[in-house]
């Protein structure tokens, strides 16, 4: 997404990033997320997305699905996870 | 089906002063071999007779749950200034013990020939029992005190014939209240599996992915079906209602078959049958239950023949059994399952008298009434995963897409508390606000 800005009297559109200096002297980058329609859900337990400026932790439970052709050994895997015997 | 060639190891002499043996390796090789060992009767004094006994034949080589079809005992040998006569034949021992008609019925001469030995009734069971001790015995008997006498040996060998069983599963998956069950579980490649259930409404039935339902055949009543399968070389056929032994003239052979039934109950199994031969030297014989009986035949002595088989029912070698009328045997109280029972009419060496055949029927009685439904898988080649499911909307069958080609699950396993739990009910197994990612 981008934004149409006014900065010192002019007008800029479709402006979807601003990059500032930093103190330090490098570039600090601002993005238009507006847009983004991502939530807690859909985003990995675990992890985090900034959404319309708002940081949100992700809840999507994630599950390991495997395949073989033995049953599976009891070291392998974690609570919750599938094993496929073919 | 696959052969082997056992080869000697090591001799003995019956007179280590007179019995010589030189380069003795060059006999521990099979019948292909070109160079040969030297077996000498040193004696000039008198024509005296002493043997060499080729034996250490490398009976581990074959793999210990082999079903050997066949084997065949050889020598490659030619001899110089040695007796010919038929007395100085080699034959089989057991250590310093004849096996019984194993005389080669050629003797050596000078040219290099394969000589294989009879076998008689001697069994593959028997020959590889007797181990280390099995072995060839040359006699060396000088045809006059004035000339060296030779036997060279090229080699010997057994030759034989086996198939390694190979063994399939056959799993079982029900999320329905019917009981289902299957007649082996772990069956021989090439036979067959029964799989029963009390009932087929409502449940759906795959194997290997296939929707087998229909196939379910309904059986009732009180009796049973069975099958006969011919073993070696001659066999039964139905004849009049009757299985007929098809030796009839034939000495020297065994009729063998084997009855086989999948019992839903325990049952009752009765053969009806005749057994109108030469008494006491042709005669049937019904195996135990689930024992086999041999393909080889039972040779005579002046007695009657010898039944070299371990294990058996009834052998017909009397006169109570020897009748031209209908006689019963009687296996009571067969338990449910898969089972068989081996029929054989053996023939010795010679003659024969009266109906020379052995004629039997089977009628198989359930200890109770029964309804229940059958599917068969024939000639069963690899493993069978049968998912029995709730029919109309439960029995879903899940695939998987492997190496691009998709594959049946036999089975899903869900972690649960630190164990793997196999699950039955495809329909709940995926939680639906939870993402699945495969790992290898």
């Known amino acids: 997404m981008a934004q149409s800005i006014s900065l010192w009297g002019a007008t800029y559109s479709n402006v979807p990033a601003i990059l500032l200096p930093t103190s330090g002297g490098g570039t600090a980058r601002f993005d238009d997320t507006t847009d983004a329609t991502a939530d807690a859900t859909v985003i990995n337990s675990g992890s985090s997305a900034y959404v319309n400026g708002v940081k949100v932790s992700g809840s999507q439970v994630i599950q390991v699905y495997r395949t073989g052709s033995t049953t599976p050994s009891s070291s392998l895997g974690n609570n919750g996870d599938l094993y496929l015997k073919v | 089906m696959a052969t082997i060639r056992l080869v000697p190891s090591t001799y003995a002499v019956s007179n280590s002063s007179y019995a010589k043996v030189t380069d003795a390796s060059n006999m521990y090789h099979n019948t292909d071999n070109t160079t040969h060992a030297t077996l000498q009767n040193t004696r000039n004094s008198t024509r005296n007779t002493y043997y060499v006994y080729i034996r250490g034949f490398n009976f581990d080589s074959v793999p210990s749950d082999a079903i ?7 020598i490659k040998a030619n001899e110089s200034y040695m007796s010919t006569s038929s007395s100085y034949r080699p034959s089989l021992y057991h250590g310093t013990t004849a096996i019984s008609n194993t005389t080669v019925t050629s003797s050596l001469s000078t040219s290099v020939t394969t000589l294989t030995f009879p076998t008689g009734s001697l069994t593959w069971d028997t020959i590889k029992g007797y181990g280390a001790n099995f072995g060839i015995r040359v006699p060396m008997r000088r045809s006059s005190t004035s000339y060296s006498s030779y036997v060279y040996v090229y080699g010997a060998e057994i030759e034989v014939t086996y198939t390694v069983p190979v063994y399939h599963s056959v799993t079982i998956t029900n999320s329905t209240s019917a009981t289902v069950t299957a007649s082996d579980s772990n069956p021989l490649e090439g036979t067959d599996v029964t799989i029963m259930s009390d009932t087929i409404s409502g449940i759906a039935v795959t194997d290997n992915g296939t929707d087998v339902t229909s196939q379910f055949v309904h059986h009732s009543g009180t009796t049973g079906e069975y099958t006969i399968e011919n073993r070696g070389s001659y066999g039964f056929a139905l004849s009049d209602g009757y299985y007929v032994s098809q030796n009839k003239g034939v000495d020297k052979t065994a009729a063998v078959c084997r009855v086989s039934f999948v019992l839903p109950v325990a049952s009752t199994v009765t053969f009806t049958y005749i057994n109108y031969a030469e008494q006491g030297y042709d005669f049937g014989v019904f195996g135990n239950l689930d024992t086999e009986l041999s393909t080889n035949y039972y040779s005579a002595g002046s007695s009657g023949a010898t039944i070299t088989d371990n294990s058996y029912k009834l052998a017909c070698n009397t006169s109570t059994h020897n009748q031209s009328t209908t006689q019963t045997l009687t296996y009571s109280n067969v338990s449910a399952g898969e089972h068989y029972i081996d029929v054989k009419y053996s ?30 898988i024939t000639n069963i080649q690899a493993d069978h995963a049968i998912i029995v499911s709730p029919s109309g909307g439960g029995g879903e069958q899940m695939y998987v897409k492997v190496n691009g080609a998709w594959v049946a699950v036999t089975a899903v396993y869900k972690k649960v508390n630190g164990s793997w739990v196999q699950q039955s009910n495809l329909s709940s197994l995926f939680n639906t606000s939870t993402k699945y990612v495969l790992r290898s």
């Open chain 2, 347 to 376: 023939k010795d060496d010679a003659s024969a008298d009266n109906n020379d055949t052995l004629q039997f029927k089977v009628a198989i009685t359930y200890n109770e009434a029964v309804s229940y439904y059958a599917y068969t």
């Open chain 2, 68 to 74: 050997v079809s066949s084997f065949t005992v050889k």
